[in-house]
C-alpha cells in the first residue's frame, strides 16, 4: 500500500457540530414559540369557561327570580277572587294590600281584564303614564302594554264568580329585565377585557422581541467588524506577495465583499435603516440577475414586470434585496435545485400599492405548515436556522410598512410569496 498516495482523515469536523447546535437552536425556538401559543389558547379557554359559569349562573338566578314574579303575580290573582268574593273580611284585606305592595315593590306590570274583555284596570303602568294624559291616549298605552303581556306569559285565571273569569297578565319587573339581559352585557365586558388583555401581552411579547432581534443584530454586526478589517489586510498582503495566485486574493475579496454585505445588513436591521425613494423594478431585475449566477444552472428565473419605470417606493436597497434573496433560496431549496421560479411585478390600478409575487414549482406546503412558515426556528428543512423568512417579514413589514405572506400553495406544485409594498403616486 502506498502510503504516499493515502489521504489522511481531517482532526476536525466542525460542520456536523455547527448543525447539530443549529438543530438546537430551532427545536428551542420552536418549543417557546408553541409554548406561547398554548398559553394564548389555556388563557382563552378559561375565559371562556369562566364565561359559560357566569352566564349558567346569571341565567339560573334569572329564572328563579321570574318563577318568583310568577308566584306573586299568582298569589294577587288568588287574593283578589277571594277579595271579590268574602264579605267584610278585613284580614284578607290586609293580606291583599301586602301582596301588592310586594307587587307594586317589583314593579311588576300587570294588567287586569275581565271575561268581556272591556273592564282593564293596572297598577304599575299608571305610573309611567305622562302627566294630563287624556281618555283615549291612556286607552292606546294600556293596548300597547297588553300587546306585549300576551306574548311574554301566560295570563292567570281569575275566577270572580261562576261564570265568569278575568285575567291578569303581567310582563318582567324592570329587575328581571336588566338581569335578562346582563349575562350578554358581562360576557361582552369579559371579551374585550380578555382582548385588551391580549393586545397587552402580544405588544410586550413583540417588544421583547424586537430588542432580542435588535441585540442579536447589532452584536452581529460588531463581531464580524474585527475580523473583516483583518481579512482585508490578508487580502492586500496576498496582492503584493508575488509568490501567491492573484486569483486566490480575488477570490477571498469576493468573500469578504459578501460579508461585508451581511455585516450592512444586519448593522441596518440593529438600527433605523435609511430608507429611499427607489426604482423598484429596476433593483429586483438587477438582483434576480445577480442571483441567478450563484444558485444552480439548473433554476430557470423569469420576471415579468408589469410596472412603469418610473415606479418608485420607499426601501432600504440591502434589506430589500435580503429579503429577495430569502425568499428565492428558499424556493430553490424547495425545488431541490432543479425547477422555475417567475418574479411578477405589477400595481393595480387605484390601489398605490405595489404586488411582488415570487412563484417556484417546488414540493408546495400543507395548510399547516403554511400557517408556520414564518415562525422564528420554523423550517422543512435538515439544514438550516429557520430564519431566514423570519427575517425577510419583518423587514416588509416592520421597515418598509408592507406585507409578506404566503399567496397560494399546492402540494406537488409550488408556492408563491407576495410582498405589497406602498407604491409612490406618479403624477401625472
Given at each position: 500500500?502506498?502510503?504516499?498516495?493515502?489521504?489522511?482523515?481531517?482532526?476536525?469536523?466542525?460542520?456536523?457540530?455547527?448543525?447539530?447546535n443549529s438543530d438546537r437552536l430551532k427545536r428551542s425556538m420552536t418549543d417557546v414559540y408553541?409554548?406561547?401559543?398554548?398559553?394564548?389558547?389555556?388563557?382563552?379557554?378559561?375565559?371562556?369557561?369562566?364565561?359559560?359559569?357566569?352566564?349558567?349562573?346569571?341565567?339560573?338566578?334569572?329564572?328563579?327570580?321570574?318563577?318568583?314574579?310568577?308566584?306573586?303575580?299568582?298569589?294577587?290573582?288568588?287574593?283578589?277572587?277571594?277579595?271579590?268574593?268574602?264579605?267584610?273580611?278585613?284580614?284578607?284585606?290586609?293580606?291583599?294590600?301586602?301582596?301588592?305592595?310586594?307587587?307594586?315593590?317589583?314593579?311588576?306590570?300587570?294588567?287586569?281584564?275581565?271575561?268581556?274583555?272591556?273592564?282593564?284596570?293596572?297598577?304599575?303602568?299608571?305610573?309611567?303614564?305622562?302627566?294630563?294624559?287624556?281618555?283615549?291616549?291612556?286607552?292606546?298605552?294600556?293596548?300597547?302594554?297588553?300587546?306585549?303581556?300576551k306574548q311574554e306569559h301566560t295570563p292567570i285565571p281569575v275566577e270572580l264568580a261562576p261564570?265568569?273569569?278575568?285575567?291578569?297578565?303581567?310582563?318582567?319587573?324592570?329587575?328581571?329585565?336588566?338581569?335578562?339581559?346582563?349575562?350578554?352585557?358581562?360576557?361582552?365586558?369579559?371579551?374585550?377585557?380578555?382582548?385588551?388583555?391580549?393586545?397587552?401581552?402580544?405588544?410586550?411579547?413583540?417588544?421583547?422581541?424586537?430588542?432580542?432581534?435588535?441585540?442579536?443584530?447589532?452584536?452581529?454586526?460588531?463581531?464580524?467588524?474585527?475580523?473583516?478589517?483583518?481579512?482585508?489586510?490578508?487580502?492586500?498582503?496576498?496582492?503584493?506577495?508575488?509568490?501567491?495566485?492573484?486569483?486566490?486574493?480575488?477570490?477571498?475579496?469576493?468573500?469578504?465583499?459578501?460579508?461585508?454585505?451581511?455585516?450592512?445588513?444586519?448593522?441596518?436591521?440593529?438600527?433605523?435603516?435609511?430608507?429611499?425613494?427607489?426604482?423598484?423594478?429596476?433593483?429586483?431585475?438587477?438582483?434576480?440577475?445577480?442571483?441567478?449566477?450563484?444558485?444552480?444552472?439548473?433554476?430557470?428565473?423569469?420576471?415579468?414586470?408589469?410596472?412603469?419605470?418610473?415606479?418608485?417606493?420607499?426601501?432600504?436597497?440591502?434589506?430589500?434585496?435580503?429579503?429577495?434573496?430569502?425568499i428565492c433560496k428558499n424556493a430553490v431549496d424547495a425545488m431541490g435545485g432543479i425547477g422555475?421560479?417567475?418574479?411578477?411585478?405589477?400595481?393595480?390600478?387605484?390601489?398605490?400599492?405595489?404586488?411582488?409575487?415570487?412563484?417556484?414549482?417546488?414540493?408546495?406546503?400543507?395548510?399547516?405548515?403554511?400557517?408556520?412558515?414564518?415562525?422564528?426556528?420554523?423550517?422543512?428543512?435538515?439544514?438550516?436556522?429557520?430564519?431566514?423568512?423570519?427575517?425577510?417579514?419583518?423587514?416588509?413589514?416592520?421597515?418598509?410598512?408592507?406585507?409578506?405572506?404566503?399567496?397560494?400553495?399546492?402540494?406537488?406544485?409550488?408556492?408563491?410569496?407576495?410582498?405589497?409594498?406602498?407604491?409612490?403616486?406618479?403624477?401625472?
Amino acid at each position: 500500500m502506498n502510503s504516499g498516495t493515502s489521504k489522511q482523515k481531517p482532526k476536525f469536523r466542525l460542520q456536523p457540530v455547527a448543525l447539530l447546535n443549529s438543530d438546537r437552536l430551532k427545536r428551542s425556538m420552536t418549543d417557546v414559540y408553541d409554548q406561547k401559543i398554548f398559553l394564548k389558547y389555556m388563557i382563552g379557554v378559561i375565559l371562556v369557561l369562566l364565561s359559560i359559569g357566569s352566564l349558567f349562573y346569571t341565567n339560573n338566578l334569572v329564572d328563579k327570580l321570574e318563577e318568583r314574579e310568577e308566584r306573586e303575580v299568582t298569589l294577587y290573582a288568588e287574593l283578589l277572587r277571594t277579595l271579590t268574593t268574602t264579605d267584610n273580611n278585613e284580614n284578607v284585606n290586609v293580606i291583599f294590600t301586602v301582596i301588592q305592595e310586594a307587587v307594586d315593590f317589583y314593579q311588576i306590570p300587570t294588567i287586569y281584564v275581565d271575561e268581556n274583555n272591556t273592564n282593564r284596570a293596572n297598577q304599575t303602568i299608571e305610573r309611567e303614564y305622562p302627566p294630563n294624559i287624556t281618555p283615549q291616549q291612556r286607552e292606546k298605552i294600556i293596548d300597547e302594554q297588553l300587546a306585549i303581556m300576551k306574548q311574554e306569559h301566560t295570563p292567570i285565571p281569575v275566577e270572580l264568580a261562576p261564570g265568569k273569569t278575568g285575567y291578569i297578565y303581567y310582563s318582567n319587573s324592570f329587575l328581571l329585565t336588566q338581569l335578562r339581559y346582563y349575562p350578554a352585557i358581562q360576557l361582552s365586558v369579559m371579551l374585550l377585557i380578555g382582548y385588551l388583555a391580549y393586545l397587552a401581552f402580544s405588544s410586550a411579547r413583540k417588544a421583547e422581541q424586537n430588542r432580542v432581534w435588535v441585540g442579536l443584530a447589532k452584536e452581529t454586526a460588531h463581531q464580524l467588524g474585527t475580523p473583516l478589517s483583518s481579512l482585508m489586510a490578508w487580502v492586500e498582503y496576498f496582492r503584493s506577495d508575488p509568490n501567491i495566485e492573484p486569483y486566490i486574493a480575488e477570490e477571498i475579496e469576493k468573500d469578504v465583499i459578501r460579508l461585508e454585505m451581511i455585516t450592512t445588513r444586519f448593522s441596518n436591521i440593529g438600527s433605523v435603516p435609511t430608507m429611499k425613494e427607489e426604482p423598484v423594478a429596476e433593483i429586483v431585475i438587477d438582483f434576480i440577475t445577480y442571483l441567478q449566477k450563484r444558485v444552480s444552472s439548473k433554476v430557470n428565473f423569469t420576471v415579468d414586470n408589469q410596472l412603469a419605470p418610473e415606479q418608485t417606493t420607499s426601501l432600504n436597497k440591502n434589506l430589500f434585496e435580503w429579503v429577495v434573496e430569502n425568499i428565492c433560496k428558499n424556493a430553490v431549496d424547495a425545488m431541490g435545485g432543479i425547477g422555475d421560479i417567475n418574479v411578477t411585478l405589477q400595481s393595480p390600478p387605484n390601489t398605490n400599492q405595489i404586488l411582488i409575487d415570487i412563484s417556484d414549482t417546488g414540493k408546495g406546503m400543507t395548510k399547516v405548515n403554511m400557517s408556520k412558515i414564518f415562525n422564528p426556528g420554523f423550517s422543512t428543512k435538515k439544514r438550516g436556522w429557520g430564519l431566514g423568512l423570519t427575517l425577510a417579514k419583518r423587514i416588509i413589514e416592520n421597515y418598509h410598512s408592507g406585507k409578506l405572506f404566503v399567496k397560494s400553495s399546492e402540494l406537488g406544485k409550488g408556492t408563491t410569496f407576495r410582498i405589497i409594498l406602498p407604491a409612490q403616486v406618479i403624477e401625472d
